[in-house]
């Protein structure tokens, strides 16, 4: 009986994830179109190749934080560091360089291990300390801004001509850090679909105790997310030295870990973990680089943009909750029937061969922890 | 869901704390203690910090923090979370600043209009979260961001006007006193404001809040109605920073960067006070204590004359060590759950 109830909500629920997806490219679309038919009415034309480049420059730096981002919310976790982390990150990048290009792997290699090196720290004090993952982060960012502003009093460092080609250089329209964001993301989508570390993420932000109760080792998951949103975070820092030529610490005040947060949720990635992916999350960041575009050829306010965005991340996301809230309801009527409709007392006989099943797993759990002390 | 669990507590663990946490509820001793230590490091520092007048000077620079915690609490405590409270702070002042222009006329006026604001944000931050369900994260970023944005465009970055005399009372006046030389009108508020948070926490609207943020199913199913519970709740966190708006109007001025970066410390003090982000544990007091223990933490890198720029970092570790000290203390009743267990099956 179990087995048929699950393949009927199994069914439709993965037909509609999919259509999530859809919806948010449906919805970069419209943004598209939209803005494409305002643009023009007012004189320009929002597909030149000039806006196109500006748009995508625009998503590059976005879309490597989002990224990172994505894997720390399927954990059902959260980074409100990477701003941070992005700012060091170039300040290092660029100082480590500076200005020979026969020290560039050098100056990569600094800072994926210092940004691995934060993420990792992250990750220990959520799933070794039992800190949430708001004040952790919150915290860490406190500490970088604190050692940031100590160290630093200005722009810092320099970069070679040859690592500024990442910032400035193109193929075709695309900008190359917007062709090498993209792979990024290919990268994740197949991180994700593909590998164990990726599925685990999705268990572990559906239940973290499920999960764990699967024999998933819950921390070493988180840790790998925030290592890995940590390093994204540090790849947007190198290209931030690589536009300015030189490291800067006051990019953390530009909000990027709110903003990042706002382009995974829009991408419709659940904010409580376990449902989404990088592919709605690379339509999000297109949408917000979409609008900011929008808004500067029409000369808006850039006040008035900030009220915008915040009116349409908050639509996007009512729209999204009305077809999870339809879902849920769905199931929930599907389980109530069952209970309901003469399963409840007929449920009883069947219960011991389950429960006794639960008993052993449990029992096995037990042996474990007690094997461990 | 906030009794204190005497019982299982750790016979390692201080005796100050464990006769705190039985006064004050599980996993807020750390705030008690933490708050004791920081005030003796001050006094040590600068033993003039105890006089009366001094200590009212830091209740009238700790009062806006502590309103806007205890507003905060309402929210966490329900599970939620509200990040528009930094902007709607900003953004009152801003508005008093411009409608009241100098005039001591409009003072009630204008005050009346402020909670007006006030409720309405709340409201709409609770009929989105609750009606349209939105994750509150988002909803009160996205609140946040429009607050800003509109705050910014009216004013054009340079808020213009003046707050009246009568206005800027609560905020730094008070009544002169032959000890203390002048009792802060703040203090008073402040007290007034506790009081109403204890007794409202201790009515069924306050059990009802906790136990939706403990589990909304099972408070829904018991006849709870959630979204209005909720909703209450993140009004109540606007008025709170409203009167906040009030305090911080008459205690700084006008800026155009007033507001900024409070609903992180507001957050911060919550959690600081053992409140747990997710909803459901907690008690007011300790979210209080948690906002006094913020600004104390200022105070001292003020004695130790700490460079400005190294405090941040320093809140930073004491934020995430407080909070994994209190969560260690919590997690000790469970059954411990260990990740790194060796597992029979690989796969």
């Known amino acids: 009986m179990s087995t048929t109830v699950d393949t009927a909500t199994a069914m439709p629920s993965r037909r509609r994830r999919l259509g999530t997806t859809e919806l948010v490219y449906m919805a970069l679309l419209g943004v598209v179109v939209i803005g494409a038919v305002i643009v023009a009415i007012s004189g320009g034309n929002l597909l030149s190749t000039a806006n196109t480049v500006e748009m995508l420059s625009r998503s590059s730096l976005l879309g490597f934080v989002a990224l990172g981002q994505t894997f720390v919310i399927l954990c059902r976790s959260l980074d409100l560091s990477v701003g941070y982390v992005m700012a060091l990150s170039s300040l290092i990048g660029a100082t480590t360089m500076a200005g020979d290009p026969a020290r560039i792997p050098l100056g990569i290699a600094a800072v994926v291990l210092v940004a691995g090196g934060i993420g990792l720290a992250n990750g220990l004090i959520i799933a070794v300390l039992k800190v949430n993952p708001f004040i952790t982060t919150l915290g860490m960012g406190l500490i970088i801004k604190g050692y940031l502003d100590t160290r630093y009093k200005g722009p810092a460092g320099a970069v070679p001509e040859a690592f500024r080609q990442f910032g400035y250089t193109r193929i075709g329209f695309v900008p190359l850090s917007a062709a090498v964001m993209l792979l990024a993301m290919a990268a994740g989508i197949a991180y994700l679909r593909t590998s164990r570390t990726g599925y685990h993420m999705y268990a572990v932000g559906g239940s973290e105790d499920v999960a764990r109760l699967s024999g998933i080792r819950t921390g070493r998951v988180m840790i790998t997310a925030h290592v890995l949103c940590s390093i994204a975070a540090g790849v947007a820092g190198l290209l931030i030295a690589a536009r300015f030529g030189t490291g800067s610490a006051l990019v953390y005040s530009s909000g990027y870990e709110l903003d990042s947060i706002a382009a995974v949720v829009l991408g419709g990635t659940f904010l409580m973990g376990g449902r989404g992916g990088v592919a709605g999350t690379l339509a999000g960041v297109l949408i917000l680089a979409e609008l900011d575009t929008v808004f500067n050829v029409l ?5 008035f943009k900030e009220v915008l965005r915040g009116v349409v991340i908050i639509a996007a996301v009512a729209i999204y909750a009305r077809r999870q ?20 007392p007929g449920r009883a006989p069947d219960r011991p061969p389950d429960s006794t099943a639960g008993g052993a797993d449990g029992d096995q759990v ?8 | 869901m906030t009794a204190p669990r005497p019982a299982h507590r750790s016979s390692g663990a201080s005796r100050v704390a464990g006769v705190a946490s039985a006064l004050f509820g599980g996993g807020s001793a750390t705030v008690f203690a933490l708050l004791i230590v920081i005030f003796a490091g001050i006094f040590a520092m600068n033993p003039s910090f105890m006089e009366p007048p001094s200590l009212m000077a830091f209740i009238k620079n700790a009062a806006p923090l502590v309103v806007l915690a205890i507003g905060q609490y309402f929210v966490i ?16 002042v801003v508005i008093a600043a411009a409608l009241i222009d100098g005039e001591e006329s409009r003072t009630g006026p204008v005050l ?24 509150s994260l988002i909803t009160t970023l996205g609140m946040m961001l429009v607050l800003y944005g509109a705050n910014r465009l009216w004013t054009g970055g340079a808020p213009t006007g003046a707050l009246s005399e009568a206005f800027r009372q609560p905020g730094r006046g008070g009544v002169e006193m032959p000890v203390v030389r002048l009792l802060p009108w703040s203090l008073l508020i402040l007290v007034a404001v506790v009081i109403a948070a204890v007794v409202v926490m201790r009515r069924p609207y306050g059990r009802v ?15 709870v109605r959630v979204w209005q519970v909720r909703t209450a709740a993140f009004v109540l966190s606007s008025v709170m920073a409203t009167l906040a708006a009030v305090l911080i109007g008459g205690y700084a001025g006008v800026t155009a960067q007033v507001g900024e970066g409070l609903e992180f410390a507001a957050i911060t003090a919550v959690v600081l006070g053992g409140v747990v982000l997710g909803g459901g544990r907690g008690t007011v007091i300790a979210a209080m204590a948690g906002a006094l223990t913020v600004e104390a933490l200022f105070t001292l890198f003020n004695q130790l004359s700490l460079p ?12 995430i060590a407080a909070v994994a000290y209190a969560a260690r203390e919590r997690s000790q009743p469970a059954p411990p759950v260990d990740d790194a267990r ?4 690989r796969s």
């Open chain 1, 299 to 303: 000369q808006v306010d850039p006040f």
């Open chain 1, 325 to 344: 809230v339809e879902r849920r309801a769905t199931r929930a009527r599907f389980g109530g029937d069952g209970d309901d409709g003469g399963t409840g």
């Open chain 1, 366 to 373: 037990v042996a474990g922890h007690g094997g461990d002390r």
């Open chain 2, 77 to 92: 405590v329900a599970g939620e979370l509200d990040l528009s409270v930094g902007s709607l702070v900003g953004t009152q």
């Open chain 2, 112 to 135: 009346l209009l402020m909670l007006v604001f006030g409720v309405l944000v709340g409201l709409v931050n609770g009929l989105i979260t609750t009606v349209l369900k939105v994750h």
């Open chain 2, 209 to 223: 809040l906790i136990a939706v943020g403990d589990n909304e199913q099972a408070a829904a199913f018991s006849g």
């Open chain 2, 308 to 319: 400005s720029t190294i405090r941040p970092a320093a809140q930073g570790l004491i934020i």
């Open chain 2, 342 to 345: 060796p597992e029979p099956a």
